[in-house]
């Protein structure tokens, strides 16, 4: 079974910036569509952008022109390029495919506050 393990979150100020990895078990994002998704308390599990195996990018409406998702399949790792963070922002972030998902790794928290 493949696992999923997403890092990099953390508490930042609004406006700034953090990029989040999330590391396959073995390889995969070759293969698949990778998606970023979110929870922020008392909210369901968001999408919040995807890559396709071709390199197609899907992002949605709410973080369009501040996030940015890209893959190294090399390296097996997925990831999310968050810039002009807001408060809205904050949640836990996970990855998974998008399709046949895989069990949900912990996700790892981002905290946009001053």
């Known amino acids: 079974q493949v696992q999923l393990v997403e890092s990099g979150g953390g508490l930042v100020q609004p406006g700034g910036t953090l990029r989040l990895s999330c590391a396959a078990s073995?390889?995969?994002?070759?293969?698949?569509?990778m998606g970023w998704y979110r929870q922020a308390p008392g909210k369901e599990r968001e999408l919040v952008a995807t890559?396709?195996?071709?390199?197609?990018?899907y992002v949605a409406d709410s973080v369009k022109g501040r996030f940015t998702i890209s893959r190294d399949n090399a390296k097996n790792t997925v990831y999310l390029q968050m810039n002009t963070l807001k408060p809205e922002d904050t949640a836990v972030y996970y990855c998974?495919?998008?399709?046949?998902?895989?069990?949900w790794g912990q996700g790892t928290q981002v905290t946009v506050s001053s």
């Open positions: 890559i396709s195996s071709g390199g197609s990018i």
């Open positions: 998974n495919k998008v399709f046949q998902r895989l069990p």
């Open positions: 073995r390889s995969i994002f070759g293969i698949t569509v």
